[in-house]
């Protein structure tokens, strides 16, 4: 219990750094004047190098034995990465140039992040109950949300009014410069947690060759096949989002800030729940219909660039893609042994590192090659935006591999069945934000369902 706790706290300090430092690099590169293929660049290949530097750390955990030990020395290591970013405006000045040393500095802080996945996934595993893991991470996620939603509008609102005092690169040395203080906090967290010695055995180990190999046979290797293609088709419209919103919408420090919070508020209200339907149902239903929500939601991007339409798309973006990323995450934990979880979770890791690179790259292409109209456009305003069709393609091919690729993996718990419609009334009624998004499928559902027992009575 008091490693729990000490998680939960230690989740929250990270979070806050996600919140003021991650969710505002993107921003940080457009104003050190990026081009869109840099930003690209910026969103994959420094993910891609934390994916390849997880293999290494599994050989290290073998040795030392001490999974807290190596969390603690990465996470405070991490931390140091946050000064040299913050210092990048006054050391290279505000040109492209200085972006190149931006994806040098992010690579570094995610090799130091891929060393920490693996083994902070095999510690948590071992500390929490198997019948209690989704509503665990469920209400770990909750907080996590809540921090980042508080620090992504603390670190909005700072570089707002800085900017106003002609003062952005200031601004953005003060949230990275807090980053750095909350990694260090969550260094401490980490060093409350319990310390059960890593166990193996040689039978334990496997090659990422063997990984490969085994992907046709393999219920866990297939679940990072579907997984990993679908976030390259995440991935060739990820980047471009924030670009669209700050440079063709010509969005405020404040109205980014508020469409970013609003996804993370939809996360908020909704994620401990999905905890309990994983618990309930498993990871791999939950993960199927989320999967099609993830799918849709970059299409709704084409109706429209109001603020008030944006933040609906936003909410609904969040409620999907956090019982999606919970269910992966548990999945990972009910499909893998103990002792093969940290090797399994760096070939993951390195397989949708890969896939995502791709994906972007092919972004990036897309973004400067695209042309317009929008398909949409003689119905519904929006701005001429090569993103736009960017967003498009995205979904497309979202929808192409949920249809195509869902079916290839199965759940490996025992769990009670429920059909899609029971799902979707009981997603309807665990928060009032879901209620809002799924209420009217519920409606129709119900009045089809009335209207078919109506004619059953007359005949």
Request: glycine residues 8%; hydrophobic residues 55%.
């Amino acid at each position: 219990d008091q490693s729990l706790r000490a998680s939960l706290r230690e989740g929250m300090a990270s979070a806050a750094m996600l919140g003021a430092g991650e969710s505002y690099l993107n921003a940080f590169a457009i104003f050190l004047q990026g081009t869109a293929m840099q930003i690209g660049v910026l969103g994959t290949v420094p993910q891609l190098c934390g994916a390849l530097s997880q293999i290494g750390i599994v050989g290290v955990m073998e040795r030392v034995r001490s999974c807290r030990l190596v969390l603690v020395v990465l996470s405070v290591l991490q931390s140091m990465f946050w000064l040299l970013i913050a210092a990048i405006p006054w050391a290279c000045g505000v040109r492209s140039s200085a972006v190149t040393v931006l994806i040098l500095a992010v690579s570094g802080y995610h090799i130091v992040n891929g060393l920490i996945a693996p083994v902070w996934n095999s510690l948590i595993g071992d500390l929490v109950p198997v019948n209690v893991r989704g509503s665990f991470f469920g209400k770990r996620g909750k907080l996590v949300s809540l921090m980042t939603f508080i620090s992504m509008f603390a670190a909005g609102q700072t570089l707002e009014l800085f900017k106003s005092w002609s003062s952005t690169a200031l601004g953005f040395f003060i949230i990275f410069a807090a980053s750095f203080a909350v990694r260090v906090w969550s260094a401490y967290f980490l060093s409350k947690h319990a310390d059960p010695s890593y166990r193996f055995s040689p039978g334990d180990r496997f090659t990422f060759a063997d990984f490969l190999r085994r992907m046709p046979y393999s219920n866990f290797a297939r679940f990072v096949l579907f997984i990993s293609l679908l976030n390259l088709a995440v991935w060739l419209a990820a980047p471009y989002f924030s670009v669209y919103m700050l440079r063709d919408l010509g969005l405020s420090y404040t109205a980014f800030t508020f469409l970013g919070v609003t996804q993370i508020l939809a996360q908020i209200l909704t994620l401990q729940n999905w905890g309990f339907l994983v618990d309930r149902f498993g990871s791999k239903r939950i993960l199927s219909f989320c999967a099609k929500g993830v799918s849709v939601v970059p299409l709704f991007w084409l109706f429209g660039s109001q603020i008030w339409y944006l933040s609906l798309v936003q909410a609904l973006s969040g409620v999907v893609w956090a019982g999606y990323n919970l269910a992966i995450q548990t999945f990972l934990f009910d499909a893998v042994s103990p002792p093969k979880r940290a090797r399994c979770v760096a070939y993951q890791a390195t397989v949708n590192g890969v896939f995502v690179l791709i994906g972007s790259l092919l972004g990036a292409y897309l973004a400067t090659h695209l042309e317009n109209p929008i398909p949409f456009e003689n119905w519904f305003w929006v701005p001429q935006s090569n993103y736009l069709m960017v967003f498009m393609v995205s979904g497309c091919v979202r929808a192409l591999v949920t249809m195509g690729l869902l079916r290839i993996f199965r759940e490996v718990r025992a769990v009670e069945e429920v059909k899609r419609r029971e799902l979707i009334f009981r997603i309807a009624h665990v928060r009032p934000l879901a209620g809002l998004i799924f209420r009217p499928l519920t409606l129709i559902q119900g009045a089809v369902r009335r209207n078919r027992e109506g004619h059953a009575e007359e005949e």
